[in-house]
């Protein structure tokens, strides 16, 4: 399976759909890092800032204004580690940090968009917004069925001026329409979600350079979220609970989303919680119910000894 895929609850969405072994996916900035040496440059955050017209430059530039919003520059393990907006000078002058820059605070609705590029063309587009919980956490995503025209004109526009030569999947993270941050590959947590014969279509992509899938039939689909307290080494709950939260009418697919062999401090997690498991399903409902269902579950918690370190 020449799909890259690390997190063995992910595994489940591509195993039994067969790849030509000489066709690379991948699913993690680092794998497309290497991959796609001509096309790397848009993991640096400044750049893209920069590239849409952004105010935007490196920690030691005093910004024009305030507010403004920091990060690092390159983060590929994601999570928005790092991330913290700056209302006045006397806090950025306290948060200055190597590898960080400022940019414009942008205001809108934040959107994770994955869509499927050919030579630097989109060619299919689909979005999802996340209702956010407290310490950068989400509750749900909702993948949504309707086209955000705005987005898809501003990212598509920026596609065909920068990523000429490129044909695969680009995952675009906007707010107010305008890129905060742009992967080399699709968003991983729910493709299950895009609907009978995307994976397939995904896999043409990347083997022919083509992209063939009918979407006709897409609807509004959900990824629900469960965190626990940070702290403790968890272990898997039992397999007949995880059959029974599969089990909700519904529901199209249960992730337990770390590895219990680990140290909790060795898995990229928000600071409001540690991400036990994710529930996709076509109903919000659905998602809650079988969340539910997990989380009943009680989550025992290993000793600190038993987590490898």
Same mark, same amino acid.
């Given at each position: 399976?020449?799909?890259?895929? @690390? ?11 067969? /790849?030509?072994?000489? @066709? ?16 790397? !440059? ?10 849409? #017209?952004?105010?935007?430059? $490196? =920690? ?23 991330? *913290? ?10 948060? *200055?940090?190597?590898?960080?820059? !400022?940019?414009?605070? *942008? ?47 501003? /990212?598509?526009? !920026? ?22 941050? %742009?992967?080399?590959?699709? %968003? ?6 895009? #609907? $009978? #014969? ?9 083997? @022919? #350079?083509?992209?063939?899938?009918? &979407?006709?039939?897409?609807? &509004? ?8 307290? =940070? ?77 490898? $370190?």
């Amino acid at each position: 399976m020449p799909i890259y895929q @690390t997190d063995p609850w992910r595994t489940q969405f591509f195993e039994n759909h067969p /790849c030509p072994d000489d @066709t690379i996916i991948p699913t993690k900035d680092w794998e497309a890092w290497t991959l796609y040496p001509a096309h790397r !440059w848009i993991y640096d955050k400044l750049a893209v800032a920069l590239s849409q #017209g952004l105010d935007a430059a $490196p =920690h030691g530039v005093i910004p024009p204004s305030f507010p403004v919003f920091s990060k690092p520059m390159m983060n590929l393990r994601s999570m928005g580690a790092g991330s *913290l907006p700056i209302p006045d000078l006397e806090t950025y002058r306290a948060s *200055l940090n190597p590898g960080h820059f !400022w940019s414009t605070l *942008l205001t809108g609705a934040h959107v994770s968009t994955d869509a499927a590029i050919v030579d630097g063309n989109a060619v299919w587009w689909r979005h999802a917004t996340g209702a956010t919980a407290p310490g950068g956490t989400f509750d749900y995503w909702h993948i949504h069925a309707e086209a955000m025209p705005e987005i898809e004109e501003w /990212c598509g526009t !920026w596609s065909r001026q920068h990523l000429a030569g490129y044909t695969g999947m680009v995952n675009f993270e906007t707010i107010g329409s305008r890129i905060i941050e %742009a992967h080399l590959r699709f %968003a991983d947590q729910w493709p299950d979600l895009y #609907g $009978p #014969g995307w994976v397939p279509a995904l896999i043409r992509l990347y083997a @022919t #350079g083509r992209w063939d899938f009918d &979407d006709s039939g897409r609807g &509004d689909a959900y990824s629900v979220v469960l965190f626990g307290p =940070h702290g403790p080494a968890y272990r898997h709950p039992p397999g007949e609970v995880v059959a029974k939260a599969r089990a909700v009418k519904g529901v199209s697919s249960v992730q337990i989303s770390f590895h219990e062999d680990r140290d909790p401090s060795h898995h990229s997690m928000p600071p409001g919680g540690f991400r036990l498991a994710v529930i996709n399903a076509t109903s919000l409902d659905a998602g809650r119910e079988a969340r539910d269902i997990l989380s009943a579950a009680g989550w025992e918690r290993l000793p600190p000894s038993v987590a490898s $370190p």
